[in-house]
């Protein structure tokens, strides 16, 4: 929906339509080019644009009344879901002592079982079904960690994650749902981090975290180019905005971890910080990340959140690397250099915005460029 001469306006000179909703004749050729949104319409009301009853109007077309429901709907059955799985899972941990191994597993088994009747009922290609099979991936992970605490089978906590990302990869190959997605992807990532802290340090072969973060990174930022190409290519349930972000974040604080280690342990004044490779290429990792996702998301796939969420990261290591610097050294003017350091936290946030500012400005320029 766009803005036109016949969307419902105000005052001065204006004429009637059949409804008695007023139409502007001189509204300014810029709010024409723009989309319609309820941020935009509060704003033409409060400016004046648009009378009460053109505004009220207005926001009914661009988001009716069954809009609300739906997403009311939506948001209930999401909450509902987790509330109920987060209960099957206390509810174990609270009645452990009082219920025998054969209802434990028949339970936990009768609930895998109906929520996968339920998926093959009501189908694959409505919401109802994809929730109901995640509820069976999540009772899955219950069902192993039952298992380990009955039994005692003396496994390390890694291969818990790992059997439980192993059995539900079919589920999440065949579902066609992001949410299933993102925690398969986070079972693999805990099932790793764990892997490392209770096999790969325990023997210290001379590794370092670095390397752990490292290729947590890589992970990560296969699963974002993957959905950003999948998206390309038109795969529709991938295209969700909050799995880019979700996504970018993921290899972004990855590799801000090592970053921030190297930062924080550099040395100024006596030069003595070992800079060994690893932690270097980390650090170099992280540069090259920032500002390839920085260029694709500003050149390629525009995409303002992004953008921002890649510059306060970027505000987050400059900081940190400031404050290293100006903390190394030993003066007695202490509340000087705290305020300095206010100062320079002011002026980063202060540019970060004037710079996303203009940024949305110049690509919004160039999207209204682009159209025919």
Not at 52 to 78: E, M, N, S
Request: contains cysteine; charged residues 15%; positive net charge.
């Amino acid at each position: 929906m766009r803005y036109c001469l016949t969307m419902p306006t105000i005052f001065g000179n204006s004429v009637s339509d059949a409804h008695g909703i007023e139409l502007l004749w001189i509204m300014p050729e810029t709010l024409l080019d723009k989309r319609a949104s309820i941020r935009m319409l509060g704003k033409l009301h409060r400016e004046g644009w648009l009378n009460t009853a053109a505004y009220q109007a207005a926001c009914a077309q661009v988001r009716p009344p069954a809009a609300w429901f739906a997403w009311a709907q939506l948001t209930l059955l999401l909450v509902g879901s987790a509330l109920v799985l987060a209960g099957v899972i206390f509810f174990f941990a609270y009645n452990w002592a009082a219920m025998g191994h054969f209802l434990k597993f028949g339970l936990l088994e009768m609930a895998i079982l109906g929520t996968l009747a339920g998926t093959f009922r009501a189908g694959l290609d409505r919401l109802s079904g994809k929730i109901l099979l995640l509820s069976a991936s999540v009772m899955v992970g219950v069902l192993l960690a039952v298992y380990g605490q009955t039994y005692q089978t003396g496994a390390d906590a890694f291969e818990l994650f790992a059997g439980w990302a192993a059995l539900i990869l079919g589920w999440v190959l065949i579902s066609d749902f992001a949410a299933l997605w993102v925690i398969w992807l986070v079972l693999v990532n805990t099932g790793g981090i764990l892997y490392w802290k209770q096999v790969v340090d325990v023997h210290d072969n001379g590794t370092y975290y670095e390397i752990l973060f490292i290729l947590l990174a890589l992970h990560d930022g296969a699963a974002l180019v993957l959905r950003e190409v999948a998206v390309q290519r038109g795969l529709a349930w991938l295209q969700g905005r909050w799995l880019r972000i979700l996504l970018l974040l993921a290899p972004l604080a990855a590799l801000s971890v090592p970053t921030l280690g190297f930062i924080v342990n550099l040395d100024f004044v006596d030069n003595t910080h070992a800079r060994t490779p690893v932690a270097m290429t980390a650090a170099l990792l992280w540069v090259i990340v920032s500002a390839g996702s920085y260029w694709v998301y500003r050149r390629q796939l525009r995409d303002m959140t992004a953008l921002a969420m890649i510059v306060i990261n970027a505000c987050v290591v400059w900081l940190t690397l400031v404050g290293r610097l100006l903390f190394s050294f030993r003066l007695d003017q202490e509340p000087g250099r705290l305020l300095l350091m206010a100062l320079i936290i002011l002026g980063t946030a202060t540019g970060a915005v004037v710079w996303l500012r203009r940024t949305a400005a110049v690509m919004a320029a160039e999207l209204k460029g682009n159209q025919p």
